[in-house]
């Protein structure tokens, strides 16, 4: 999507990387499980360019061999990157392990041999089955008046028809999970980390807001469960809690990344231990009220410039409801104690979890 | 650009091929460059030099603070700094750190130290109607850290596991290795080896670190910046009130400058399966930011190796294909003179590759120098990118500070884009030769080298 379109482009000299540069943007895409984005932060003065670029590549993408071979050693280097953390590698052997079937148990940067072997044709079909005006959103946000910013979009998205065929679902369904799954991870590192994963519900649904303020009351802070049980007594460098919350469906995540002389074993007896104690005490409201005034102060501190905003916005048009950034601060608001228990009880079962050890083999 | 939040529209309408727009206004004022200086109000209270910048933005403050209290200073021994910088959260004389935490979480305050090279940092962020308790709460951890012997056992061993930690990263590994290749002993760039490091953890005291405190905090050299929701009258008493009757603090180190090597160096940090290498190359400039030169060095780096357009990113990455990243920056100048450096990652099959095209447009760019279009270009990148940054609370502060620290007066935020317009082709070009010598040049690289087979498990 950088290498140009048939109206920009690096020889005409104004690709998107050449216009937005010089218009001083600071500019990127990210691709994410549901949904990639291209986004630019700038002045409201070059905007109309951007949008005429944006608009361009949607359906008037240059995509030649030879650009997708010099990119293929782009990505997998970005891949590579990505495998130098053991945290990382981790994470995505117990996501494969956690979702069997759903295209979730695939990574977002994909397999190695994928990115290797894909051909541009393939390339194409993506492009072509997914790159269209009905499955997209534009946002703007900024010191710009809405008819003003409509009417860009109207003028340069407005004559790019319907994709010709509905853009397709996904039908896979993931079966019900039959027991707990571990995984195992050696590889030469210094420290080892645990994972426990348990899939909850998608983005959208009535039990996200409490799975959250849970994931908070676990990990957030030094008077959370995990920081007092672990860190606090030197069996962990950190412990965080937390749900990755997608359109499909999520998983609620557990870690710990152990002190030296930390025994796996210990430190996954406490972690559980601690969901347990939840499940069976439940929370005190303090906790709660506590998550509940974070958050406030969160989103106000998430208005604090353009960028802070859109991308949260974005996240939930990805989830599949915008009007989520307005609401769900007060769907938060309203989670009460006994709330929090029953996710836990309902979801953070231990024959629905996926249990993963980063178990270091001594390397100098 | 300074943007509120206090009036705002959201817009929702499909049309064309049905694609969505959401529209969010946000009524914004804008700064023009000149004016932020003339908002500024800069005063000493209680001997810190403090630097408030009121925003349009609703309930939000942000800071961004700094004294004297890093690594550098430590000469005894290198790990009291760090740990004592750990030690100010995990409680004070009158409270216990749960304590502490809990009336900050209570409200969502952020309130967080960090220890680098030569400064002790201090971010902070709350609610306007939270911004007293968490001053009173900064002031209480500065001035009266509990500094008991439980939490500093706690504090080696988790400092000494970040060691431990940071010993299998190849960014780290890379870092360490070029400031100790282009850094003499005693400069405070030069960063301490992962041995050095244990050893000084391993043998720190509580009276060392007693000691430190008391040597290096205090209000002396220490800055304060806050950005935001500002009621800039009720902020003056209540950092009087906090701080009044403190005393103390030490200037910044500064050292000789460092000269570039004489000889060319070619350093591998071996480290087993990993499956990128990182490259670091570059040079001792003998520069600080604020001395003449620095900005047409600057401006002739980021030609070379800022963002997507950079001759780095255009060839070794775009065209080539050898890397996820590549660029080329000035760094670690603030306080004393720094270096300038490329940074990329290679797979371990094509790092040779990669390296010949890097040393090919590094041989090609201090050659030849860079193109008028070229630079002209660049400029409005600088200028606009910069003003993008300071369009957040956050990115304000952060700027304001290091203006202060470089020893700048504060209205080089207003003049940076008239500096960099007034930059020639020949000062670029001229800077680009005097500070940098592609034959005496430090390479790290850091990874599993020469071991493609284990690196692609």
Known sequence: MFKGSVHFNDPAGNSVKQYLAAHGAVFNATTSYDRTHYYATLGTQSLEGYVAIEADRMRNLWLHDADKQAEMTVVRNEFERGKNNPNNVLHEEVQAAAFMAYPYHHSVIGWKSDIEKVSVEQLRSFYDTFYWPNNATVSIVGDIEPAVALALVMKYYGGIPRSPHPI????????????????????????????????VPSALQADLPALEVLGEVLSNGKNSRLY?????EDLALEAGAGVESLRAAGIFVVTADLSPGAAHEKV???MLAQIEKIKSEGVSADEVNQVIHQYRAEQAYGRDGTDAVISDLNEWISAGDWTQYIRYPDSIARVTPADVQRVARQYLAVNQSTTGWYVPETSK | MIISTSNHFFGSIRFGGC????????????????????RIVRTSIAGIDVIAYPTDIKDVVTIAGALPAGDALATDNIAIASLTGMMLDKGTESMDKFAVAKQLDQVGAQLHFRVGEQALSIRARSLKADLPLVLRIMADELRHPALSAGEFAKAKIEFSGSVQQRTDGTEYRA??????????????????????WHSAIDNASMAEMKKFHEQFYGPAHMVLVLVGDLDIPKIKAEIKKDFGGWSGGLPYRSAPKATASNTPVDHVVFLAAKTSVTVLAGEATGLQFRDSDSLPLRVGMAIFGSGFTSRLMSTVRDKEGLTYHIGASIADDTFNDGDWRINATFAPSLLDKGMAS????LQRWWKDGVTLPELEARKNDLIGSFQVGLA???????????TAQRGLPLSWVDDYPRSVEAVTLDQVNGAIRRYVD?????????????DDAAASR
């Open chain 2, 392 to 402: 957040t609370t956050d990115g304000m502060a952060g700027t304001l500070l290091s």
């Open chain 2, 438 to 450: 592609p034959g005496k040049l430090v390479i790290i690289r850091a990874g599993s080298v020469g």
């Open chain 2, 175 to 196: 870092a360490e290795a070029f400031s100790r290749a282009v850094f003499p002993a005693g400069h405070p760039n030069r960063q301490p080896s992962i041995d050095e």
């Open chain 2, 358 to 361: 890097t040393q090919r447009e």
């Open chain 1, 228 to 232: 007092r049980t672990l860190v606090d």
């Open chain 1, 268 to 270: 996954e007896q406490i």
């Open chain 1, 168 to 199: 397709p679902e996904v039908v896979t369904e993931e079966p019900e999970q039959t027991g707990a799954r571990r995984v195992t991870v050696n590889k030469p590192g210094q420290l080892g980390s645990v994972e426990i994963a348990y899939k």
């Open chain 2, 19 to 38: 694609i969505s727009v959401g529209v969010l206004m946000i009524m914004a004022s804008i700064s023009h460059a000149a004016d932020i200086s003339k």
